[in-house]
């Protein structure tokens, strides 16, 4: 009996001894590779694109992301109207992430002549529940800010920039203008009253069309004296213009007893971007100049809204130039009615306070604009 049970285990080593040699030596046919699951590596998290706030009062907020860039805008008048707000540094994630942070670094070259901009140096973003979340705080008050992703390309127009390892940038227009003319003149009215009269003409040398701020000036006599000064309220007329075109700052004020006006300078600042906004003329025609009886001149004409859309607050503004083509004077008002597409409006333009010698026969041409009030911040 042993010797039968010791012979069938010899057998059945033998067995597998043979099993062994031909899986080590075997042909491809009876070979057995055990399967390895295929590890799929996941995009990292993609914030580019175009992201929106809810709106509030009639404006909101817009954020457009690259590559490495954000820029915000608020939007207003039924979106017409954009002003910065911010533009700075995006940092991309390199994984894919429920959530994200990152601090953005203020571009303080695009944002520093526009009005509504952030002045931080940098700005906390986060990326969480798909809503990027931010603190915007206006005349010391904070406020949440709150996007949502409403397309995943890239506007043409955004302020972006490509890495640097590429050899495409986008260039951003620089703002430039020429001061053509300046000159303060004095006259005393009727009652004895003296008034300046401040002008400063403005080309637009850059090849964009340029938005003009309102600015000021400093009056001094020739022993460097300052008169007079006027901070922010020197209104141009009017106020964009395209690339070699030409605006005008004006002003009339009424200066103290006794103020010189001999040997006096005028020194403007001129405060000029580039427009964020669509430049709109409304169609000026039937204009006419006449003496008034009782002394100075008025201007009449008709405007006419060109515009496929409802224009308010219209500005409508001449400027006066004598026989060598300087500026030599100011009319203008503001019409609050309404102006639908197609509609026609007559205006009438009167001085507030142009010195006597300004007459018809005096001006010997005149440029008239009508255009919405525009505000870019």
């Not at 008048?77 to 953005?104: C, F, H, R, V």
């Not at 703002?175 to 080309?203: C, L, R």
């Amino acid at each position: 009996m042993k010797k039968k049970i010791l012979a069938v285990l010899m057998a059945t080593m033998m067995s597998v001894s043979i099993a062994a040699c031909g899986s080590s030596g075997g042909s491809a046919d009876t070979e057995t590779t055990p399967e390895v699951a295929e590890e799929t590596e996941e995009e990292p998290l993609d914030l580019t694109g175009t992201w929106t706030s809810s709106e509030d009062e009639g404006s909101y907020q817009e954020a457009t992301i690259s590559e490495n860039t954000i820029e915000i805008n608020w939007i207003s008048d039924a979106g017409a109207t954009k002003s910065i707000y911010w533009i700075g540094t995006y940092s991309p994630p390199t994984e894919n992430l429920d959530e994200y942070s990152w601090t953005s670094e203020r571009d303080v070259e695009k944002t520093a002549s526009a009005l509504l901009a952030s002045s931080d140096d940098t700005k906390n973003f986060t990326y969480k529940d798909g809503k990027i979340t931010y603190e915007v705080s206006v005349m010391g008050t904070t406020t949440t800010y709150e996007l949502s992703q409403t397309s995943d390309s890239v506007p043409d127009n955004a302020s972006t920039e490509k890495n640097e390892t590429s050899n495409e940038s986008v260039q951003q227009g620089e703002p430039s203008f020429e001061v053509t003319y300046q000159n303060v003149s004095f006259h005393t009215d009727a009652i004895g009253t003296i008034w300046s009269q401040a002008m400063v003409a403005v080309k637009n040398t850059s090849n964009d069309d340029l938005y003009l701020n309102p600015g000021s000036y400093e009056l001094t006599s020739s022993d460097g004296t300052i008169i007079h000064t006027t901070s922010n309220i020197f209104t141009p007329y009017p106020d964009i213009i395209s690339p070699n075109e030409t605006g005008y700052y004006y002003e009339e004020v009424m200066m103290d007893a006794g103020t010189p006006t001999e040997g006096i300078n005028i020194t403007p600042h001129i405060d000029a971007s580039i427009s964020q906004l669509e430049k709109i003329r409304l169609e000026v025609s039937n204009t006419a100049i006449y003496d008034k009886e009782m002394g100075g001149i008025d201007l009449h004409g008709k405007i006419k809204n060109t515009t496929d859309s409802v224009q308010e607050y219209i500005y409508v503004a001449a400027i006066l130039f004598d026989g060598n083509n300087q500026p030599i004077g100011q009319l203008w008002t503001v019409l609050t009615s309404s102006l639908q597409p197609g509609e026609e409006i007559g205006f009438e333009l009167e001085p507030m306070a142009l010195p006597e010698n300004i007459t018809t026969a005096t001006v010997a041409n005149y440029e008239v604009y009508a255009y919405p009030q525009q505000f870019q911040f």
